[in-house]
């Protein structure tokens, strides 16, 4: 007959030692840490746009429903969701690049300082000058770096000495004058793809806009380009009003102020960056933001 010689204690002990490996096997949600940086928001910042019950159309299909944000002054608004959720369609009805794509329509406002970009009477290219974008993958014009930042300025009828300080105060801004300027007349296409994304963000700081949007501008760099990008974002902020789409929720976290989360065509949750993260209201967003789906 076998002899059981454990002592009370010592079953209670290893049933306690069991319960506790069961558990740390179990699957744990990593929870993404929101930086300092985006922890400090001005609550009291004003309304640069302010959108109102948005929807937006390819053909028949609705892709945008009732969205409601307001996109704050001086700060930097993240949109964060799976593919296909809507966000990029969002941030291009911001400066109406949705405008190109054929068989398109807008319904709601988007009120820029008030004024409404979708009014029949509002000119187009000046509210591009005002909302400027920049895309997933750098793309530069194949001329040299100086017309590449001068592009724009040209296009305006600028005189040479205001293209001249203009170019060089784009570069200094976008971080990368001290990398490009002994070859200013060097082709743009034989920076690297980092160097590229902050060529084309001096493009756009070149005709002074006042809300830069950046669409994944990280997606297709390596992570120490990365972080020269996210560094600068968090330095323009203090200028600009940024809007930023990305699927990375640990670089929303670093950089954005406010963050919106949209599924299927609709805004879930929106508000500041720390409480998406760390007190989310929604429970699809809880779901997102720790990993769940997405």
């Known amino acids: 007959m076998e002899m059981r010689t454990d002592k009370p204690d010592q079953q209670v002990q290893a049933r306690s030692m069991e319960t506790i490996e069961n558990k740390s096997s179990s699957p744990t949600v990593p929870k993404v840490q929101v930086a300092e940086t985006a922890a400090t928001v001005n609550q009291s910042a004003d309304t640069k746009i302010d959108v109102r019950h948005m929807d937006f159309f390819y053909g028949p299909k609705q892709a945008l429903y009732d969205v409601s944000i307001p996109v704050r002054e001086h700060q930097v608004t993240a949109l964060i969701g799976p593919s296909g959720c809507g966000k990029t369609t969002f941030l291009r009805t911001l400066n109406r690049m949705n405008d190109l794509i054929p068989n398109t329509r807008t319904e709601g406002e988007a009120l820029l300082d008030g004024e409404n970009i979708y009014a029949s009477a509002l000119d187009v290219v000046l509210l591009r000058q005002r909302v400027g ?162």
Not at 199 to 216: F, H, Y
Not at 251 to 262: D, I, L, N, Y
């Open 133 to 294: 974008m920049v895309f997933q993958r750098p793309n530069p014009f194949p001329k040299s770096i100086f017309e590449n930042v001068a592009y724009g300025l040209r296009v305006q009828g600028r005189s040479k000495k205001v293209i001249d300080e203009t170019v060089e105060k784009s570069l200094h801004d976008a971080a990368i004058w001290e990398e490009v300027k002994d070859r200013l007349n060097s082709s743009a296409l034989g920076l690297s793809g980092g160097q590229q994304q902050r060529l084309c963000i001096a493009r756009a700081l070149a005709v002074k806009p006042e809300v830069l949007l950046m669409d994944e501008p990280c997606s297709a760099l390596d992570p120490i380009a990365t972080l020269k990008i996210e560094e600068l974002i968090t330095s323009l902020s203090q200028d600009y009003t940024i809007v930023i789409v990305t699927h990375n929720m640990q670089q929303a976290a670093r950089v954005s102020q406010f963050t919106g989360f949209f599924l299927s065509g609709k805004l879930i949750e929106y508000g500041p960056t720390v409480n998406t993260f760390e007190r989310p209201q929604i429970k699809e967003t809880e779901d997102y933001v720790s990993g769940r789906f997405g």
